[in-house]
T-cell receptor, first 111, second 113 residues
């Protein structure tokens, strides 16, 4: 089955700095790579996703890059703000396989 | 629109007791999922239902059963709860199987003593 590894498990940055979270996946058939943000006491919410026919996607301060050859993808958050503090999950799936999630990254943005 | 609604939000059980977690979605989605979330392990898929009338095992199905009652509702049953099933359970739904945005409920925190 699919195996998704996520690093780091915790990340602390100063407000205004950038944050980068990295994931690798094992199944070359995976073609959909979303990122979810989970705030305390809530369910995860989709913040950005990318499909395998695209190398990079941006949405305001967040961006995701995908390297299919190396089987890794990354989340980049620029100009971090205290409200970016949360747990972030990467995930991967294919048309035949439900989403497999990474183990999560707890991001703390220090004011 | 309520989205995905889970009940109960909190439950404490004794070992060997049974219970059912309820989930309903009002987005007319075909696919529904049950995940469990444990510290340091992310979200692991227990069971899913690609469409009304079908269910399939996920990564960690042992000790659980599911029922897709209709298009809106997908329940998760613990027949004989064990301490290893202490976790936060999330129900989710999406319009298309395996791709597209997954919408999550707010979770059900279950403690088995």
């Amino acid at each position: 089955g699919e195996n998704v590894e996520q690093h780091p498990s915790t990340l602390s940055v100063q407000e205004g700095d950038s944050a980068v979270i990295k994931c690798t996946y094992s199944d070359s058939a995976s073609n959909y790579f979303p990122w979810y943000k989970q705030e305390l006491g809530k369910g995860p919410q989709l913040i950005i996703d990318i499909r395998s026919n695209v190398g990079e996607k941006k949405d305001q301060r967040i961006a995701v890059t995908l390297n299919k050859t190396a089987k890794h993808f990354s989340l980049h958050i620029t100009e971090t703000q205290p409200e970016d503090s949360a747990v972030y999950f990467c995930a991967a799936s294919s048309i035949r396989r439900a989403l497999t999630f990474g183990s999560g990254t707890r991001l703390q943005v220090q004011p | 629109n309520a989205g995905v609604t889970q009940t109960p939000k909190f439950q404490v059980l004794k070992t060997g007791q049974s219970m059912t977690l309820q989930c309903a979605q009002d987005m007319n989605h075909n696919s529904m999922y049950w995940y469990r979330q444990d510290p340091g392990m992310g979200l692991r898929l227990i069971y899913y239902s690609a469409s009304e009338g079908t269910t399939d095992k996920g990564e960690v199905p042992n000790g659980y059963n599911v029922s897709r009652l209709n298009k809106r509702e997908f329940s998760l049953r613990l027949e004989s709860a064990a301490p290893s099933q202490t976790s936060v359970y999330f129900c989710a739904s999406r319009g298309q199987e395996n791709t597209g945005e997954l919408f999550f409920g707010e979770g059900s925190r279950l403690t088995v003593l």
